[in-house]
């Protein structure tokens, strides 16, 4: 080969390798100025984020950046490689509530973000994460409704039950009591025991295997007094005939719905007061304690001195407070005298009456706040163990439709 041909050869290869040099190097360049907006609009009332990082992902290199949040801050911005990222946040929330705050999780997440141009920007909606969260009450319909004619209709009173954790839990086994004693009523019962249980004679339990009954989170599932269409007998009424649960009553108001499961009564008949005045809560019992179990080893003997000067005696059950997750007082609203929970269980009250006997509580629920949402999009409700802060009293019951 000629010379000259070599050192046109030469220079060829150095200009392609030159070339190709710059175009590897524009493309490890190519890098985006992005913006992340973060939007706190499902969270509701005073909160303050803190220690909030956003990691980003690609997930082709699986090379993650991460980029800081400031407090207080809307937006956070960072540089990134060309490529798909999956951006996870999470950050520590308080809440305040009542004028104390209330320490959860705050998170977001969001897949297939295409990164490819010199400024990107893109959203995260937060979502509410509590480690502690469980089922809770959501709704109690207790008043029952009055028919067209104004007569009183008791059969569709119902309990509707909220998962409010980011976890599927599982209904199978819950028990659902409420109290012997009246918070209308004040009395200095023997042996006081409140502080360490809660006193019921009327306990149910919803059956199943342990793993029969899945509850998604954010979802809710209803537990009927009678798990009928009471709009058949009464106009104002509303169809409980697909209710996940009914109650097992006494005989003479009992109406079986052969296509929903019943609840197992552990003792006697768990019979809504329409007023209110009693306090109600759901727990579990601890493994390997089966109800007869329980009756064993908590029956006791409660007195109190009546306003005639006499010795009352009655016999209840104790249920431990550590065996409890939610409970609620629930009164009237000129007529509450006490809480009959320890206060580490509920240190307030609701209602749907405003007086004794009040012929206007018909129809009205008492319905537990929403005060953000979780990862699905479904509703975090809100449960300071204050249910005066934590429910709406006298609302319109929402299976009312």
Request: charged share 20%; hydrophobic share 35%; with cysteine.
């Amino acid at each position: 080969m000629k010379k000259s041909s070599l050192i046109q050869w030469f220079f060829f290869g150095l200009m392609v390798f030159s070339l190709s040099s710059c175009m590897k190097d524009e493309f490890l360049e190519s890098r985006s100025n992005v913006t992340i907006e973060v939007d706190k609009s499902s969270i509701q009332g005073e909160y303050k984020i803190t220690n909030a990082t956003i990691s980003l992902q690609e997930i082709n290199s699986q090379v993650t950046t991460a980029a800081t949040l400031v407090d207080g801050a809307d937006t956070a911005k960072t540089s990134l490689s060309y490529g798909t990222y999956t951006a996870t946040l999470e950050g520590d929330i308080s809440m305040k509530i009542d004028g104390t705050d209330k320490k959860m999780k705050v998170k977001a997440r969001k897949s297939g973000i295409v990164v490819n141009a010199e400024n990107t920007t893109f959203t995260l909606q937060t979502f509410l994460s509590d480690p502690t969260a469980n089922f809770v009450f959501k709704e109690i319909f207790f008043t029952g409704t009055s028919t067209p004619e104004g007569k009183l209709y008791n059969g569709d009173k119902y309990f509707l039950i909220h998962n409010n954790s980011s976890d599927t839990l599982y209904a199978d086994g819950l028990f659902f009591a409420h109290s012997d004693f009246l918070t209308i009523t004040k009395r200095d019962y023997t042996p006081d025991i409140m502080n360490e249980a809660f006193s019921s004679g009327d306990i149910f339990m919803i059956p199943g295997t342990g793993k029969q009954y899945p509850v998604n989170p954010g979802e809710d599932f209803v537990i009927a007094n009678n798990a009928i269409n009471h709009k058949e007998s009464n106009a104002n009424s509303f169809d409980l005939s697909k209710a996940d649960f009914e109650n097992e009553l006494i005989g003479t108001i009992n109406i079986d719905n052969p296509n929903v499961p019943n609840t197992i009564n552990v003792v006697g008949n768990l019979l809504m007061h329409n007023q209110g005045y009693r306090s109600f809560v759901m727990g579990r019992l601890p493994e390997g304690t089966d109800a007869a179990k329980f009756k064993q080893d908590n029956a006791y003997t409660y007195s109190y001195i009546a306003a005639n000067g006499a010795t009352m005696k009655s016999d209840s059950f104790k249920i431990p407070n550590n065996y409890i997750i939610d409970a609620v007082n629930v009164s009237v609203k000129s007529g509450f005298e006490w809480l009959v929970t320890a206060n580490t269980l509920d240190m307030g009250w609701t209602y749907a009456g405003l007086v004794k006997v009040d012929k206007e509580r018909f129809n009205k629920s008492i319905t537990r706040k929403t005060i953000g949402a979780l990862d699905n999009g479904k509703p975090f409700l809100k449960d300071t163990n204050n249910s005066t802060e934590d429910f709406t009293p006298a609302t319109s019951p929402s299976l009312n439709k």
